[in-house]
Structures are given as C-alpha cells and as structure tokens.
T-cell receptor
Framework: GAGVSQSPSNKVTEKGKDVELRCDPI?????LYWYRQSLGQGLEFLIY????????KSGLPSDRFSAERTGGSVSTLTIQRTQQEDSAVYLC?????????????FGPGTRLTVT | AQSVTQPDIHITVSEGASLELRCNYS??????LFWYVQSPGQGLQLLLK??????LVQGIKGFEAEFKRSQSSFNLRKPSVHWSDAAEYFC???????????FGTGTSLTVIP
C-alpha cells in the first residue's frame, strides 16, 4: 500500500515569506507526527495529532509555527515569516495510534531552505 | 526526564567487519524500543523493534538488537557490514502511556572498502 507522502520535496523561500508543508499519512493511521531535522542533528519533535486533535503542541519552536489536520487525514505545517534558522528537513510520520507500541512510518521529508 | 542516548556520533567500519551501535535509555519501566535507519536523502525506515519476550530481536537487512534491562541498553548489531549499510541510525523509545516517542541523536555509519 501507499506510504506516507510529503509535498513539496524541496522548498526554497525568501526570509519573511510563509510556507506550507503537506503530509499525507497512511490510510487508517489515526496518529500523525511532525519532526524537524537540522543538518547533522537528530529528530526534534514538533507536534502530534490524534485524529484531528493536537493535544501536545509543546514542541513547536515559536508562534510562527502552526499545524492542522483535517478529516483525520492530511496535515499541513505552516511556518509564517520564515527565518533562516527554519532551514531544515521537516519529516512527517504516521502510526495506527499514539503511544509506545505503535511504530511510526516516515515520509521522505520536505527540505526547506530559507534564503 | 526520559532520554535516549547514542554515545557514538560517528562510526567507521570496514566492509565485512562486525558492527555494534550503542543505545541507552532512561526510563522507569521497560519501554518499547526501536531502531530506525535513514539513508541519505531518505526518510526513516524501521529496522526492528522490541516490545516484550525474547530479548534478542531480529530485524531486516541482517540486523539484530539485544535488550538488556540491567544496563538499560538496546544495542544494534550486525555480523558483517555491507557498503550499503552506510547511513544514519536512530534508536527510539516509546512509552507505555501517552504519545511520547523519543529519538536519540543518531549514529552516522561509514563503511570503507
């Protein structure tokens, strides 16, 4: 079956512009996660959804970052007024549900470059 | 606080040599344990996981990992490394309650001929 897909695969934007990153999870997966991976770094947790609800937004770096999920499926991560430090690979993952035993399936990521 | 430690930032091994990547976690109970691999420009792929039972688990691509409760470790091993194994490896811990899923900072593996 289809895996997790993300679009665009690459995005170059000017500082100060807004960007939207999209994630299509595996069908039937109720949990969806966003991570950020900066060059040479590990994974930084940003936010997760259970259904359309985001109980934990503590990982969002600033109020310029927001995310939503509609219909329990597609999710969009929006970064407003982008800064150069936002340059990173943004990874999306989905799983059957939240919690420990449910492995996460990752998309290929969106590489964001802010110039 | 819960944490996952991968002490080795970078490891270089010769093709055909054995490999062990270390992972230690800090958590009060036995968590769910995972190893993921990330090839250049790719997302993360699950190699193997441990939930309970036999402490030696087999994964894809000839990898295995052993859970040692006394050492709070879940080290990844492979008897004979192939050049295609060059990648970034992440250990992860999932907790029994809530959504928490913690990743280590990763170990970069270079394989030399």
């Amino acid at each position: 079956g289809a895996g997790v897909s993300q679009s665009p695969s690459n995005k170059v934007t000017e500082k100060g512009k807004d960007v939207e990153l999209r994630c299509d999870p595996i069908s039937g997966h109720t949990a969806l996660y966003w991570y950020r991976q900066s060059l040479g770094q590990g994974l930084e947790f940003l936010i997760y959804f259970q259904g359309n609800s985001a109980p934990d937004k503590s990982g969002l770096p600033s109020d310029r970052f927001s995310a939503e999920r509609t219909g329990g499926s597609v999710s969009t991560l929006t970064i407003q007024r982008t800064q150069q430090e936002d340059s990173a690979v943004y990874l999306c993952a989905s799983s059957l549900s939240t919690g420990g035993p449910y492995e996460q399936y990752f998309g290929p990521g969106t590489r964001l470059t802010v110039t | 606080a819960q944490s996952v430690t991968q002490p080795d930032i970078h490891i270089t091994v010769s093709e055909g040599a054995s490999l062990e990547l270390r992972c230690n976690y800090s958590y009060g109970a036995t968590p769910y344990l995972f190893w993921y691999v990330q090839s250049p420009g790719q997302g993360l792929q699950l190699l193997l996981k441990y939930f309970s039972g036999d402490t030696l688990v087999q994964g894809i691509k000839g990898f295995e990992a052993e859970f040692k409760r006394s050492q709070s470790s879940f080290n990844l091993r492979k008897p004979s490394v192939h050049w295609s194994d060059a990648a970034e490896y992440f250990c992860a811990v999932g907790l029994m309650s809530g959504n928490q899923f913690y990743f280590g900072t990763g170990t970069s593996l270079t394989v030399i001929p």
